[in-house]
């Protein structure tokens, strides 16, 4: 149980294309979701907290007009890096956690998209 | 920032029990110690997590300190496919997301 899938799992694409990636809880509804991203050698980052039917909440240094998060239901939200540039490189990762069985829930994570800006 | 602090790496050979330690001194009374692994080029992947008492599952075992102030993950019988980054996290209860820190590279070698 507890599957998160996240799609594409790579995405090669010309600078200035927008490009969104999906992720969805397959087994169980997610009010709230993540969105990590991961550059070589590096630890994930936080990039922003996905509510269903709200406004996600961006962590410092993370501009909301590049990185438009959707949350339409309670099993998929989407990120869409907008006009991408090479920098926007990387792996990108969400998140979702269960809502069953007390606020301690581990959040579970999909296999990543790697995102190839050129 | 991350509250966690693990070795950078650690090497263990195939078979044997793999012990990977993580400090949490400024632990809260209400956040939870979790572990998690990350394989190359994938998501990270859940594995344990406890409050206070040690727990078990068919993955790793987690000791926790009675002060709660550090942990150990235990994998009993390391294979190959147990490299990878293991990354040991305090959270609250609620909605607070995982903030990872650098983490521990375990080697399993042959």
């Given at each position: ?8 799992s ?24 993540f ?5 070589p ?10 509510n ?26 989407t ?16 998140s ?5 069985g ?17 | 920032?991350?509250?966690?602090t ?6 263990c050979?195939?078979?044997?029990a ?48 009675e002060?709660?102030?550090?942990s ?9 496919r ?14 607070t ?10 080697s399993?070698?042959?």
């Amino acid at each position: 149980g507890a599957v998160v899938s996240q799609h594409p799992s790579r995405v090669i694409c010309k600078s200035g294309t927008s490009v969104k990636i999906e992720c969805r809880s397959l087994d169980f509804q997610a009010t709230t979701m993540f969105w990590y991203r991961q550059f070589p050698k590096q630890s994930l980052m936080l990039m922003a907290t996905s509510n269903e039917g709200s406004k996600a909440t961006y962590e410092q240094g993370v501009e909301k007009d590049k990185f438009l998060i959707n949350h339409a239901s309670l099993t998929l939200s989407t990120l869409t890096v907008t006009s991408a540039h090479p920098e926007d490189s990387s792996f990108y990762i969400c998140s979702a956690r269960g809502e069953g069985g007390g606020s301690n829930q581990p959040q579970h994570f999909g296999d990543g998209t790697r995102l190839s800006i050129l | 920032d991350a509250k966690t602090t693990q070795p950078p790496s650690m090497d263990c050979a195939e078979g044997r029990a793999a012990n990977l330690p993580c400090n949490h001194s400024t632990i809260s009374g209400n956040e939870y110690v979790y572990w998690y692994r990350q394989i190359h080029s994938q998501g990270p992947q859940y594995i344990i997590h406890g409050l206070k008492n040690n727990e078990t599952n068919e993955m790793a075992s987690l000791i926790i300190t009675e002060d709660r102030k550090s942990s150990t993950l235990i994998l009993p019988h390391a294979t190959l496919r147990d490299t990878a980054v293991y990354y040991c996290i305090v959270r609250a209860s609620g909605n607070t997301p995982l903030v990872f820190g650098k983490g521990t590279r375990l080697s399993v070698i042959a």
